[in-house]
């Protein structure tokens, strides 16, 4: 008698998940519960959860940094946890005035902002209310933007944002005044 072959399970399919599926494997995820960030309400789940089984490795490893790290003592600058597929950008800046900051995407990479210290906003928008700026650039992975319309989303520490290619967005925007910010984006390939 043969024995009959055991199939690896298949890569769950989130697109053909429902609304509450998706909110309950958000809700019981661990990846990022780990971190002690809390994520943002903006955060689109189901691309999420599309992105996330598509490169699984990838994410685990980035939300796993975010555990591990103390974030305040990383030097500013790049630092590659997989090659080009995954890393990390550390900045220190001064907040600006929303007019002084393009919207920007990204089509080879997703990103996880988290402010460490300081506060911001960080602009967020869609194509539909968007015209092009500065046409993309496949060596840097980014296009500039002119938006009609935005919603501000508060970056404070302890919280994290997800923003895939299609979330325009633009970070450094102050608050009330300017003031120093050192913000942390994780760079995950699509």
């Known amino acids: 008698m043969l024995a009959t072959p055991v199939f690896a399970q298949q890569r769950p399919d989130p697109a053909k998940w429902s609304d509450k599926?998706?909110?309950?494997?958000?809700v019981k995820s661990n990846w990022y519960k780990q971190t002690g960030l809390k994520p943002d309400i903006s955060i689109n789940k189901r691309e999420f959860a599309i992105k996330y089984y598509k490169n699984k490795a990838l994410w685990d490893k980035a939300f796993a940094f975010l555990r591990d790290s103390d974030l305040t003592a990383l030097k500013p600058g790049v630092h590659e946890l997989q090659g080009k597929d995954l890393f990390v950008k550390v900045t220190d800046y001064q907040t600006k005035d929303a007019k002084a900051i393009p919207f920007e995407s990204h089509t080879?990479?997703?990103d996880i902002h988290t402010v460490v210290s300081g506060k911001e906003y960080i602009g967020e928008s869609t194509p539909a209310v968007a015209t092009i700026k500065t046409s993309y650039s496949d060596e840097k992975d980014i296009a500039f933007y002119t938006v009609t319309k935005s919603n501000n989303l508060l970056g404070v520490p302890g919280k994290f944002f997800l923003l895939f290619p299609d979330n325009l967005h633009r970070q450094g925007v102050r608050v009330n005044k300017s003031e120093q910010v050192r913000k942390?984006?994780?760079k995950v390939k699509n």
């Open 184 to 186: 942390v984006v994780i």
């Open 108 to 110: 080879k990479y997703s």
């Open 21 to 26: 599926q998706v909110a309950a494997w958000f």
